[in-house]
């Protein structure tokens, strides 16, 4: 791992929780700094402070996720990211077209081809590493899916916990780009609505 890729992942996930926090006054202060890189499970120990528990402040709506899980989560997603990086770029490998198959390999759960693209898939696999260290009850999800621009998972646990951390990855989706990963933003165009970085809401014609 460069120095440059680190300082790289550490600004991405600087970014979408200042994205994800923007409009709380308790996380002003936050600070994200660069973690520790490890040869067999990459960059871990992401430093972030700054951010008070409790249930954040957002104009999106009602129901808004506790901090401290947005922070666990996004570090997941950014330890998630490292383990496929082109050093060289820096930027994530290309993802293979069933990049789906080793997340439903990995996590018995998933019990079905998600019907969004691969941008979502470190979110996918930092949400059910999180769920398979403290749920242990059978069940599944019945879809996976993209819909009005975030990602949505319906399943059958009644596990209150989990299904909380499944509702912050669902919310934290509208931060991340669904193409490729990267920092993103929902966007509208006509009745059409997406999470994309500033590269594919180019390319979609988002701008």
């Given amino acids: 791992m460069t120095d440059m890729s680190v300082i790289h992942l550490t600004d991405e996930a600087r970014t979408i929780l200042g994205a994800a926090f923007e409009g709380d ?9 660069p973690g520790r890189w490890d040869e067999s499970e990459g960059l871990i120990d992401l430093f972030i402070t700054g951010v008070p528990s409790g249930r954040a402040t957002h104009s999106r709506g009602a129901w808004m996720p506790r901090r401290e899980d ?6 997941r997603v950014i330890n998630s990211r490292s383990r496929h990086w082109d050093h060289a770029r820096p930027r994530p490998l290309p993802m293979p ?14 019990d079905n081809i998600p019907e969004c693209a691969s941008g979502w898939a470190d979110l996918l696999i930092g949400m059910s590493g999180w769920l398979q260290e403290q749920y242990d009850g059978a069940w599944k999800t019945s879809q996976i899916k993209e819909k009005f621009g975030g990602l949505r998972i319906y399943h059958d ?7 909380e951390v499944i509702s912050v990855a ?38």
């Fill in 157 to 163: 646990c009644g596990d209150d916990r989990s299904e």
């Fill in 25 to 33: 006054p308790a996380c002003k202060d936050a600070i994200v700094l």
């Fill in 97 to 110: 077209r069933d990049w789906w198959r080793a997340v439903r390999d990995e996590f018995d759960f998933i």
């Fill in 70 to 75: 947005v922070v666990e989560l996004v570090r």
């Fill in 170 to 207: 669902e919310w934290l989706s509208e931060f991340i780009c669904e193409d490729c990963g990267a920092p993103g933003r929902l966007l509208t165009r006509g009745g059409w609505c997406r999470t994309v970085c500033d590269g594919h809401a180019a390319d979609g014609g988002f701008e």
